[in-house]
């Protein structure tokens, strides 16, 4: 039995292996993706992902709301990491906002005895990028003149010319999308939710606009009715009697969606689709209204109307209890658009003038003319129409002639949320982006369920 004892004491333990001839205990590493050692391994790991539950995660943000008084675990779950997604998400616009400045591109001089304005657009083109110094371009075209409408990713460009001309683009690559010869006498145009869809203003109507997160037409004519129009199916929503006659003069709030009017009485009209009167009437003019915009970098809070009085005035849109600046415009009849910056361009007479905020909007009761900040010539009256360029620093005029794009430094937004508009998109996020609009419209505008 001691003998028996003395062997099984001399038994190694199971979880230690003994040493074989055959056998060796260091083994040797796996080969790594993309090693070359092994070739089956490289074709997987190319073509496979890890799951998202093994791949590492990043340590939450501090200071998290908690949750724990929420008794149902996946909803708990589901905000805790909705609540950690963006804390991250303020973190990366914090670091991003080094980069935003306020009034980044404006132009400006060294000593007090020079001025802005006093630079013409050779010194503007050689001081830009060869890529920015594109957009000054002179179209020389017949059938004028001619009134222009850029898309809202401010990549594609449409012109139409008063004896019928109409032409569809990208300016940047010169594509030319279409091109018609309606002949007969066209006043404006307007692309739709896409550079493919657009709408000409023939026959009655006067002035278009596109409310894009309505997928609303709206005309205005010289029978004096403003008509909404679904574009998806074609019907009218809704027709509005103005009784001021015949109007010529429109422009859209981008941040609600209200129809500024500008009528041959000097009143201006603000119109939506639920009220069959104005929500807003103003005098703003002793003669006939010639142009109104309104401002999108302030949220809409300010109006510029010109009127063929000579006047260009700047109004409040929250107490309208007077413009808050006002001056004289030499040659009748103006042209007004606001900037991506709230630069506010004038086009009158034969010459083309851009003035910059906060002079424009700071309330001042002397009739002068505030600050100039930039001026171009243009031989060719009448100056029909201006328009900015979407997150460009380009100014394109129209008139009798053609069409003539100017450079405005500062004028465009320089950072792009490419959720709403993208100048770099392709046909399958043009779709996605069609489809998702078109649904969300539908869903907005359904009647709400009725449950048993």
């Known amino acids: 039995m001691d003998a ?51 791949r590492p ?9 908690k949750y724990g008084h ?40 060294e000593g ?7 630079v013409g657009q050779s010194e503007v083109s050689k001081a830009a990028g060869q890529q920015a110094a594109q957009g ?38 010169g594509t030319l999308h279409s091109e018609l010869q309606l002949q007969e006498t066209c006043r404006d ?51 509005h009697r103005t009784k001021l006659g015949a109007c010529k003069t429109m422009c859209q709030n981008m941040h609600n969606a209200v129809i500024h009017l500008g009528h041959q009485n000097g009143t201006v009209t603000l119109w939506t689709p639920n009220l069959p009167h104005p929500a807003v009437r103003l005098l703003a003019h002793l003669g006939p209204v010639a142009s109104v915009s309104v401002d999108p970098s302030t949220g809409g809070r300010y109006m510029a109307t010109a009127g063929q009085d000579g006047t260009v005035k700047i109004w409040d849109c929250r107490n309208w209890k007077g413009a808050v600046r006002q001056w004289s415009a030499r040659g009748g009849d103006a042209e007004l658009e606001w900037s991506q910056k709230g630069a506010l361009a004038v086009a009158t007479g034969g010459s083309v003038n851009v003035y910059t905020k906060p002079a424009i909007q700071t309330p001042f009761p002397a009739h002068v ?38 450079l405005v430094p500062g004028a465009g937004e320089a950072n792009f949320d490419s959720t709403e508009a993208d100048p770099f998109e392709n046909k399958k996020a043009r779709r996605e982006r069609e489809v998702k609009g078109l649904l969300d419209k539908v869903c907005h505008s359904a009647p709400p369920h009725v449950g048993f």
């Open 4 to 54: 028996l004892f003395a062997k099984a004491d001399a038994i190694a333990p199971v979880s230690k292996r003994r040493k074989t001839a055959n056998h060796d205990t260091k083994r040797k590493p796996l080969p790594k993706p993309g090693s070359g050692e092994d070739h089956t391994l490289d074709s997987v790991a190319s073509r496979t992902a890890l799951p998202k539950s093994l």
């Open 57 to 65: 995660t990043e340590p939450e943000p501090e200071n998290l709301p």
């Open 70 to 109: 929420i008794a149902n675990k996946k909803l708990r779950t589901q905000l805790t990491r909705q609540s950690a997604h963006n804390a991250r998400l303020k973190a990366l616009v914090k670091d991003a906002e080094m980069l935003l400045t306020e009034e980044g591109g404006l132009m400006e001089v």
């Open 112 to 118: 007090e005895m020079e001025k802005t304005w006093r």
């Open 136 to 173: 000054r371009k002179e179209w020389t075209l017949d059938g004028g003149p001619y009134r222009s409408r850029y898309s809202r990713n401010g990549r594609h460009l449409a012109i139409v010319g008063k004896q019928g001309h109409v032409a569809t683009f990208d300016w940047q690559t």
């Open 189 to 239: 145009i307007t692309f739709l939710h896409d550079q493919s869809h657009y709408a000409v203003a023939q026959k009655k109507p006067t002035r278009l606009e596109f409310l894009p997160y309505h997928w609303l037409l709206v005309s205005v004519g010289n029978p004096g009715y403003l008509k909404y129009q679904d574009t998806s199916t074609g019907q009218i929503v809704v027709e």
């Open 369 to 406: 003319s505030p600050p100039l900040y930039l001026t171009h010539p243009i031989p060719h009256r009448p100056l029909t129409s201006v328009r900015f360029c979407p997150f460009e620093d380009i100014l394109t005029v129209g008139h009798s002639t053609g069409l003539s794009s100017i």
